[in-house]
């Protein structure tokens, strides 16, 4: 029987959770029967199975302490719902696969592990503990959503996960997770363009996985693509290193051609000048293009997922997403539209054309 409970989680505060009331053992599932019967299980620290379906007696869910297992189910469970409500409610995508099939997901995978991730073949996701001092369980609501993406691009795109398709694949990832941190809105998590910031027990301006309007800020990954135009230098790396680079840097230039879509050329609060990161607009755009003007979050997302589930296929390069996403913006709002001149102005401020 459908039930609903407040969960305790580490990140969001309290949030309600839907569970559901298994008779037969009287007591309540962590499993969403209205979501495809989405369910959480705890690895108990190991590494293979599916670990042990969460349950609890009295349908209240942890109490916010790293100490209570279930509190980092709370937290994965609440980022799937508010993943799969985004993906039902802002593209009428009901399901990672579009057919109403919710998805596993497990917690304290493994001992002392700094990492998530999306597994096509068990149509599931782990989540790991972190580190036990630093770095705090990894089930931040932009994560799940990051992870629960993998599975919408296995099931359009297919990106192949290597070269510059493997990145636009991460930053499908990213670009999607950062949107269902805004469309959950969630007071205790003030939604940003930075990734995996609340994983981290003493939070800083630079503590992040990954930022998107500024992708060089971990000092590796490009803001530019490389080419004649921008040659490498700060914020750029040479076009010999792409191939050897990690799927998670080549994803920079993406993640930054959507923020500067979406957003234009402003630096986010917190960021700017006299802050420790002291960025301008003039450092954001790889053109000079300080004019730019974003188009917003939705416009933005809708094309981005058009350009995704109709026009990128597995080995689309970026060249090839610039043109998915222009084919996107003609399809949705004309040739020659606004929207479609922004994404061209997006993509010429990161070098690519
Ligand atoms: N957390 C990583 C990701 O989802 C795991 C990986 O490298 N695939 O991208
Ligand atoms: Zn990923």
Redesign the pocket.
């Known amino acids: 029987t459908p039930a609903s409970g407040p969960g305790y989680s580490l990140f969001a505060g309290t949030v309600p959770l839907n569970t559901q009331w298994n008779a037969t053992r009287r007591i309540y599932e962590l499993v969403d029967s209205t979501r495809g019967n989405t369910a959480i299980t705890d690895m108990g620290n190991g590494y293979r199975g599916a670990g042990t379906l969460m349950v609890d007696a009295d349908n209240k869910w942890g109490n916010a302490a790293l100490s209570d297992r279930v509190s980092t189910g709370v937290d994965a469970s609440y980022g799937f719902t508010k993943t799969w409500d985004f993906y039902k409610n802002t593209f009428g995508r009901v399901g990672i696969r579009g057919d109403g099939v919710g998805a596993m997901g497990a917690v304290h995978y493994s001992i002392n592990y700094v990492?998530?991730?999306?597994n096509d073949d068990c149509f599931c996701m782990s989540f790991g503990d972190g580190n036990g001092t630093t770095v705090r369980p990894l089930v931040a609501i932009d994560i799940v959503g990051?992870?629960v993406s993998?599975g919408v691009t296995a099931a359009t795109a297919k990106l192949i996960y290597s070269g510059e398709s493997g990145g636009l694949n991460?930053a499908n990832?990213d670009i999607f997770g950062t949107m269902i941190e805004y469309y959950a809105n969630n007071a205790n998590q003030p939604p940003n363009y930075v990734i995996g910031e609340q994983i981290f027990a003493t939070p800083a301006w630079n503590k992040f996985i990954r930022t998107m309007f500024k992708p060089y800020l971990d000092k590796t990954s490009p803001d530019c693509y490389p080419n004649a135009a921008n040659p490498a230098g700060t914020g750029n790396r040479p076009m010999s290193e792409w191939s050897m680079m990690d799927v998670?840097y080549t994803s920079g230039v993406a993640n930054h051609f959507f923020y500067l879509l979406a957003e234009g050329a402003v630096v986010p609060a917190g960021y700017d000048a006299g802050t420790p990161a002291n960025l301008t607009p003039a450092s954001l755009v790889c053109n000079g293009n300080t004019a730019l003007v974003g188009i917003g979050r939705e416009a933005a997302q809708q094309i981005w997922y058009k350009a995704l589930t109709q026009y990128m296929v597995s080995n689309t390069n970026y060249a090839g997403a610039r043109a998915a996403t222009l084919s996107a913006a003609a399809d949705l709002y004309g040739a020659g539209s606004r929207e479609q001149q922004a994404v061209a102005d997006a993509w010429a401020a990161v070098s690519v054309f």
């Open positions: 990492n998530a991730f999306w990051h992870e993998h991460e990832s998670h």
